[in-house]
């Protein structure tokens, strides 16, 4: 069986910058949940350090709701 042809500089760019791409588009989506969620379920005045039970809850179904729609 023939061995692949090590990609050339062009494709390694190409790929490099899918990479990329791929990456800018994982962050912005990590920071969009993030931001959507803490706005919707974490009191504007923190009186705990830790989450409270219904925080944790409602972040865990925004999480799951966003996943689902995007």
Known sequence: ?????????LEKEQMFGMMEKEMEYRVDLFNRLTQTCF??????RYKEAELNMGENSCIDRCVSKYWQAS
């Open 1 to 9: 069986m023939a061995a692949k042809p090590e990609p050339t500089q």
């Open 39 to 44: 706005d919707k379920c974490i009191e504007k």
